[in-house]
């Protein structure tokens, strides 16, 4: 009995030999693949690490090897420059000195006429040094420079009525002030002045806004003094103001074709100050009779037999004016009509 105990405890300690010897091999398995597992990834990472920074060595030493090249080239270059402005230096210096070595032995007398050379050059001979300058043409402000440049004024006051009624000749009765002059001439000139596509016509009536002709006034006149909204004539349209609508409309007639004509020339233009003074001749010419009439005697012709161009011909006969404008922030604006004649 006791012999068969030992031989199972023997085969059982056998079996715990195995079971420790397996346990061990595979611990040491397990073990031995971790360590190369580990070894491989901190040998990568090494040799990542390694290969970055041997990178960045290389390009901060290429970068140092560049810029020493750079200014070596830019040192060798300046070197160079300085070289051959010294040069240029030299040589300008030897031919100064060589200029001034011929003028002192007066070599180049040669080349002066033979006055100069013995001083016998009168004044109104004599060569000038200095090249002729064309000095810029000065302004002329004459009768045609300021009809160029102002003369676009009178085109801005200018009345569109009938000739053949007295109110057309209303303006050149007497002497007027801006202040006087009634509103409906005002829009009449403030007409004059619209663009033609603020003016709507159709069959029946031709209509302005209040809004469109108060800003033409302004235009013409620099402000809204003296502006109201009245009826008004502009040749043969008789415009009426419409309050509640706030526009002026007039029934659409045909104008009949007057033999009688204003006609007005500029005389003269002078400003003084900030005042622009235009004198004209003015004049009602009847084409028919081809005969001017003045506006003192509109039933006996002043001058018979001549041409509306005639007029300054015969201006000491027909009637004169003087239009002043004054001048408001760069531009002019009329501020008054005198009757000379």
């Known amino acids: 009995m006791a012999k068969k ?3 199972n405890k023997k085969e059982e300690n056998e079996i715990k030999k195995e079971v420790v010897q397996s346990i061990k091999e595979k611990v040491l398995s397990e073990l031995n693949k971790e360590i190369e597992t580990t ?29 020493q090249e750079e200014k070596r080239i830019i040192k060798g270059k300046n070197m160079a420059i300085f070289k051959r402005d010294l040069l240029i230096l030299i040589f300008f210096g030897i031919a100064l000195y060589f200029g001034y070595c011929l003028y002192d032995v007066k070599y180049f007398d040669f080349m002066k006429a ?34 160029e440049n102002y003369g676009y004024l009178m085109d801005e006051i200018k009345i569109t009525m009938n000739p053949d009624q007295v109110s057309a000749y209303y303006l050149y009765s007497s002497d007027h002030q801006l202040s ?46 003296f502006y ?30 007057s033999k009688n004509v204003i ?9 003084e ?17 081809k005969s001017f009439y003045t506006f003192d005697n509109l039933y006996e012709a002043a001058v018979s037999n001549v041409t509306r161009e005639d007029i300054s011909k015969y201006a000491k006969k027909l009637n004169r004016y003087q ?5 408001v922030d760069q531009v002019y604006y009329l501020d008054s009509i005198t009757k000379l004649k």
């Open 180 to 225: 006087d002059i009634k509103t409906s001439y005002l829009l009449n000139m403030a007409y004059n002045h619209l663009d033609k596509k603020a003016i709507k016509t159709n069959s029946m009536n031709v209509t302005i806004e209040g809004e469109v002709l108060r800003k033409a006034y302004e235009e013409v006149f620099g402000s809204m003094n």
């Open 114 to 147: 033979d006055c100069e050379k013995n001083g016998t050059c009168s004044g109104d001979n004599s060569v000038s040094t200095h090249p002729d300058v064309q000095e810029p043409t000065p302004i002329v402000k004459d009768k045609n420079w300021y009809v």
């Open 39 to 67: 070894l491989i990834s901190k040998t990568s990472k090494f040799k990542d690490e390694l290969k970055e920074e041997m990178s960045n060595d290389i390009q901060v030493e290429v970068a140092n090897l560049m810029k």
């Open 263 to 271: 006609v007005e020339e500029i005389d003269a233009m002078n400003e």
């Open 228 to 257: 109201q909204n009245v009826n008004f004539t502009y040749d043969c349209l008789n415009f009426i103001y419409n309050q509640e609508k706030d526009r002026f409309v007039a029934e659409n007639e045909k104008c009949n074709v």
């Open 273 to 289: 100050g900030d005042v622009l003074y235009i004198n004209t001749i003015a004049s009602i010419y009847n084409e028919g009779e």
């Open 323 to 327: 239009y002043q404008f004054k001048k």
């Open 5 to 7: 105990y030992e031989t």
